[in-house]
Structures are given as C-alpha cells and as structure tokens.
C-alpha cells in the first residue's frame, strides 16, 4: 500500500517558494513536510503528486519513489499542504488505510486531507494539482484540528513547535570542545560527525537543539534553542543564533531570529535576519539586513503572488521571504514584510521594494530588470560547482519553465 503525497490548487499562495519545489519539500523546522508525514505512516511506501514541471527534479532528489506515477494498491492521499496532523486524525486514517476499508475522502474547511482509495488505477497524477472532484465517488467524513500551510507566513508562526516536535533523542555523539558551555545538556543532541569548538554555547533552557550529522559550531557561537542546524552546515564564529532551522549545507553568520534557511543558502557575515524564510541557493552579502517589525508596531502586509495583492498577516513580527537561486550584495536592506522571488539578483542602497518579482536584476534606485536566464543558469552552475555538484537536465528544465511563467506575465502586461 502506498501514501501519496499531493499538491493541490491552494499551493499556488505560497508562491515563491514552491516555483523550484513541490510544497510538501518545504522545511518546516527540523524536517520537510514529506519527512514531517511520512514519519506519521511508516508502513506505506512513498509516491508523490507535484506539478508536471517539477517532476523530473522530484523524481532526482526521491530515488526509488513513485512520482505523478498512479499506485497500482490501495493508496492513502494525503494532502502535502498539511504542517500539523492531531493524533486522533492520524489514527483515524490509519485505520482508513487498510485493505478492507471501503474508500474514504476526510476533509476540513472545504480542504482535502486524505483520501483512502483502495483501487487508486482510474486517478490520473498528470495535472497541476488534485481537488475534491478526484475523489467524488468517496463517502465524505469531517475532520478536524488539521493545520494546513494557507500563506507563506504560516511557515514560520509555528516555528518553535515545528523545530521542537524532531527532538526525539539527547546525547552527544559528536566532538565537543571541553571550554564550550551546554545549558541543560539533556535537551540538546549532538549527531555523529558533529563538532562544537572552543567557546560556543549551547542553551536549551527555552528548547531544545538539534546538530545533524557534519554540522558544525565554531568558536565562540551562541545557539539558543530552540534550535536545529542540519548536515554539513556551519554556524560561523561569534554568531547569535535563536528558534532558527538551519538546512543541510549552508554557512551562518551575524545574528539570526526566528527564521528557517531552506538548505545550501550562505548568511556568512554580520547582519540579521529575522522571522525570515531564505529559499535554497540564496546568499545574502555581508551586512544585509531584514527588517521584521514595523515603527508602529501594525499588522505586517504581505505580497500574494497568486492573487497579484497585498494581504494583511495578522502578525507583528515578520521579516523577508526569499526564493530559491536568489543573491543580494553588501549592506542590502529589506523591509519589514517582503517577498523576494526565485532568482533575483539584487544591490543598490536604500530598502528594496516589498515584492521583487521572480528573475530580477538591479537596485529600487536603479529600477530592476529582467535577469536573462542565460546569464542566470551560467550564475546557478558557478554555485553548483563551487558544492560539487552540476545542474541535471531537469533542473535546467524547471528553470527555464519558471522563467517563461514571468516573463510571459511580464508579455502581457506590456500588452
């Protein structure tokens, strides 16, 4: 039997950053969504819906998964939107998922959940995005207390929770300095192959702190939990670091608040950024920083790409969002509330505006243009190769998908 994760219309509000990835590859803490999921059905094997465009990546990154390839078993449904699943829901669909069980469709709020169907054959997975009209033969059952990720900033209000829920274990396993400080040491755990040097400290007395495998703590770094730093990233010297989730292969410095770096993305120097969300492949020059509070203390406004406007958050404390691919130079200034599209190249003094539209060039001063995305693909496999790795046909072909997106909007605006 299978789960199968899947995209549905309502993706499209968390533009930009799931332009370069299937929503259910957002990090939401110590983990993705798909992790996050898979974790609550060990006993299904994985497959997954995505937009057409980002199947081939999908498929490079998930060997050995089913992707938009339709289970030839019973199948569990389960919406990729989803950050938080109550107990009493997950037990429900375990039941649900049995093969005995008559097809079910669980919904919340007009949302799809899940939806168990034990002859998935006749449902194709070659579209944009499932709806409820995929499951329409299926008896209806509520369900409640579900969360779902309905606007980017959803992506960090729950950011201690999100870290939090992957601390399953404490001890240290790793190399640690005999000068560095631990505070409460029964909350933090340090993976094999992790190092913490001379003069760091470590506090869990707020939470706990996770360090995976590679990660690494140089002199005289503060991290307060709580806190996850992913494989192979580095939380440079003297840097200050609270309720952040670092991903897989990135390089921090400066201060970071409450903000979660995708994966692969590098804040090296002094600055800060905080109650942000940074893509993968960004790298933010030193002295950049994030506004996440207004002067008047108000309700933050933020760009929906989907809907072309400004929406209220409701939340008073609420920094940057920035897509993948995207750079900034020295002493880039973002206010409170921006939203920074996939592969931007932004400079220039002065705040930069709150919505910079995917493959953009340029300074507010200077207006910004379209980044070519010849030139683009040339500074994306610079980066690559500077992590050993090299751009497949699919990430070419992702890119240049999401570049004719914009530039064909931009056609026919000027239209």
């Given at each position: 039997m299978f789960l199968c994760l899947f995209e549905d219309a309502f993706c499209d509000h968390l533009r930009p950053v799931v332009e370069a990835r299937a929503v259910f590859d957002i990090r939401l803490g110590s983990s993705t969504i798909?992790?996050?999921?898979?974790?609550?059905f060990p006993d299904l094997h994985p497959a997954f819906q995505v937009r057409p465009y980002l199947a081939g990546t999908l498929a490079e990154a998930h060997a050995g998964v089913?992707?938009?390839?339709?289970p030839s078993t019973g199948t569990l449904f389960l919406n990729g939107r989803i950050s938080f699943l109550p107990a009493e829901v997950i037990l429900r669909l375990r039941k649900a998922a049995q093969t005995d069980e008559p097809k079910r469709l669980f919904m919340q709020d007009g949302f799809v959940v899940a939806a168990w169907?034990?002859?998935?054959?006749?449902?194709s997975l070659h579209k944009q995005a499932l709806s409820p009209s995929d499951f329409n033969d299926a008896p209806l059952e509520a369900v409640e207390?579900?969360?779902?990720?309905?606007?980017?900033w959803h992506m960090l209000v729950e950011l201690p929770d999100f870290i939090s829920r992957g601390f399953g274990q404490s001890g240290n396993f790793g190399k640690i300095h005999p000068s560095a400080i631990l505070v409460e040491p029964n909350r933090i755990f340090v993976a094999e192959g992790a190092?913490?040097?001379?003069?760091?400290i470590l506090a869990a007395d707020s939470g706990p702190i996770i360090?995976?495998?590679g990660a690494e703590i140089c002199e005289g770094a503060v991290v307060k939990g709580p806190c996850y730093i992913g494989q192979n990233s580095r939380i440079n010297m003297t840097a200050r670091i609270d309720t952040t989730a670092?991903?897989?292969?990135?390089?921090?410095?400066?201060e970071v608040h409450a903000s979660t770096f995708q994966a692969n993305s590098n804040k090296a120097h002094d600055g800060y950024v905080g109650n942000s969300y940074i893509g993968q492949w960004c790298n933010l020059g030193a002295d950049s920083n994030t506004s996440n509070l207004k002067n008047d203390y108000g309700n933050i406004r933020l760009y929906n790409v989907a809907l072309q406007r400004y929406e209220l958050s409701g939340q008073q404390f609420l920094g940057t969002i920035m897509g993948d691919h995207t750079k900034c130079g020295i002493n880039t200034m973002f206010n409170t509330g921006t939203v920074i599209g996939t592969f931007c190249n932004?400079?220039?003094?002065?705040?930069?505006?709150?919505?910079?539209?995917?493959?953009?060039?340029?300074s507010p001063a200077e207006m910004y243009m379209p980044y070519k995305l010849e030139k683009a693909l040339r500074v994306a496999e610079a980066v690559f190769s500077r992590r050993n790795k090299r751009m497949s046909e699919s990430d070419l072909q992702m890119l240049e998908t999401i570049y004719r997106m914009y530039h064909d909007l931009a056609m026919d605006m000027d239209g």
């Open positions: 798909a992790q996050y999921l898979r974790r609550q089913l992707v938009n390839e339709t169907i034990p002859d998935p054959t006749h449902i207390g579900v969360h779902f990720l309905n606007r980017l190092v913490v040097h001379a003069g760091a360090l995976d495998r670092i991903g897989s292969g990135c390089k921090i410095g400066g932004l400079y220039g003094g002065g705040y930069q505006r709150n919505y910079v539209s995917s493959f953009s060039w340029g």
